[in-house]
């Protein structure tokens, strides 16, 4: 028996999943790590203590399993996406902390970008909105406020990487400089059509291409570690993909108008479209799915920046809860949420409004509002969010799209997920692992490694799965969606 070890890094944690090669969990670990707040708007994490709680989650499995361990066939990364570092080319020390995917300090670069008339440009090379959501005005920023900085990526001794390639550099000792195709194509800076790094993308954010990694296939192998020691011989890394690409590959999406949705700190819903490359007329996003034997597969995304991240924020800078796991109770113990709307734009309001200044509000209180009735509201929202997503894809890709995939921790919320169901008149089929992003990567490195030949065996892998179907009558549905559209534009 073969085993693999998937590092699943997400905006929130790190965790490490043993998978035997049939995709059954069989231990995992997880280190949480700090959100940095220099100003509001700002997000930021400390990459090198993301490396630390990297080798801290291996030592733990190491430690419990420790025959296991001794037959791990490969390791696989899935990780958060745009977070963007700068780190130096010998050493892999961060020389600045990772600007993280939230973070909203290129948004005067964007609008500059707008009004200079770049958005189609950029949207025909890669899929994206020039938004900065994306790596690539965060490392403008960069260049543009760290002279210093900036000089270290010129001259060459400070390369640019996403959170995978800041990884695979330390974890093989400077030896690999390399990403996959995935976490490329979220930088803004790649060429999701050709498959390679773009020079007038790269002129237009000051990047120079010298910085950026080689770029390979998902499942390709990308060096050998031993995990700084704690690997009793080096193993291969095989398997790298960015985390909702892996949970899209995870849940055997494998057909045109599959779709999948991974409900996290920011929620990702994206649908299978195919071979061929087109941008979205609607607001979605065309993401490069993954890449196999040379063929790729795309995806439009919608993109929603707060989730469960709104309850963290009701727990953390509110008091309102004591953990997220008494979010579904409160929310049974009001008939309905009481007129109340939270708009969670915490960090604007992504697809399908792309309204970066947007602020967070809740709307609809009065006297008669309770604690339940705002953290019902703030579930709901993740809900309302979905359904404008699903209604942009929908129209976009001309399907009728019937059936959702979902994963993801807030999945084990049965009342979330009934209201999804609900409002979205979609059937969800949520997975019973919820570590979708850690076992797409480790299915890409079982077939990197030989382990399963092609798709259609990996689709045969046993899984279980749980369904919601929609019951709430159609007029009630149309009532609290028409309720969040205003509430809506009441931010906007």
């Not at 670990?29 to 709680?53: C, L, M, T």
């Not at 779709?259 to 996290?264: L, R």
């Not at 179907?469 to 159609?474: E, I, L, S």
Request: with cysteine.
């Amino acid at each position: 028996m073969s085993y693999l070890l998937a590092i699943d890094q997400s905006t929130s944690a790190t965790k490490a999943v043993l998978f035997d090669a049939r995709g059954k969990i069989l231990d995992k670990a997880s280190r949480a790590h700090r959100q940095i707040y220099p100003q509001p708007g700002w997000v930021e994490h400390d990459a090198e203590e993301i490396w630390k709680n990297v080798l801290a989650v291996i030592r733990e499995i190491a430690k419990r399993n420790p025959k296991k361990i001794s037959k791990l066939a490969g390791l696989s990364i899935a990780n958060q996406r745009e977070t963007v570092v700068v780190f130096d080319r010998v050493t892999g020390k961060p020389l600045h902390n990772a600007i993280v995917w939230q973070c909203r300090r290129g948004a005067e670069i964007c609008r500059k970008l707008h009004a200079q008339g770049h958005e189609n440009f950029v949207r025909q090379k890669t899929g994206l909105m020039v938004d900065t959501y994306f790596s690539a005005p965060k490392l403008k920023w960069l260049v543009a406020e760290k002279p210093q900085l900036a000089a270290k990526l010129r001259d060459g001794s400070a390369v640019i990487g996403t959170i995978d390639t800041f990884l695979i550099h330390r974890l093989t000792h400077g030896k690999v400089f390399a990403t996959d195709f995935t976490n490329a194509s979220r930088t803004m800076l790649f060429d999701i059509g050709k498959l390679r790094w773009d020079e007038k993308l790269c002129r237009l954010f000051d990047v120079p291409m010298r910085a950026l990694p080689e770029a390979r296939e998902c499942s390709a192998h990308f060096g050998e570690t031993d995990a700084a020691g704690i690997l009793p011989a080096p193993i291969s890394i095989v398997g790298v993909m960015g985390d909702s690409q892996a949970s899209l590959f995870a849940q055997h999406c494998y057909q045109t108008g599959a779709a999948k949705a991974t409900f996290g700190t920011g929620t990702s819903v994206l649908l299978n479209i195919g071979g061929k490359f087109r941008p979205s007329k609607k607001g979605a996003v065309t993401a490069l799915a993954w890449v196999v034997n040379g063929k790729p597969t795309y995806a439009f995304e919608g993109i929603i920046n707060f989730s469960a991240a709104t309850i963290e924020w009701l727990k953390n800078q509110l008091g309102m809860i004591q953990s997220a796991g008494e979010v579904e109770k409160l929310a049974l113990s009001v008939k309905d949420n009481g007129g109340v709307y939270l708009i969670p734009a915490f960090a604007g309001l992504s697809a399908p409004y792309w309204a970066p200044d947007a602020r967070a509000a809740i709307v609809g209180m009065s006297g008669f509002t309770k604690r339940e009735h705002i953290v019902r509201a703030a579930q709901e929202a993740i809900a309302y969010q979905i359904r404008d997503v699903l209604d942009m894809m929908r129209a976009d890709a001309k399907v009728g799209l019937k059936t959702l995939q979902c994963d993801g921790g807030p999945t084990r919320n049965n009342f979330l997920m009934q209201f999804t169901a609900d409002l979205t008149r979609t059937e969800l089929k949520v997975s019973d692992v919820a570590e979708s992003s850690a076992l797409g990567v480790a299915m890409q490195g079982m077939l990197g490694l030989g382990i399963y030949k092609t798709l259609n065996e990996l689709a045969k892998l046993p899984r279980q799965q749980k369904l919601f179907r929609p019951q709430m009558k159609a007029a009630e549905v149309k009532r609290l969606h028409d309720g969040w559209k205003q509430a809506v534009k009441r931010v906007l």
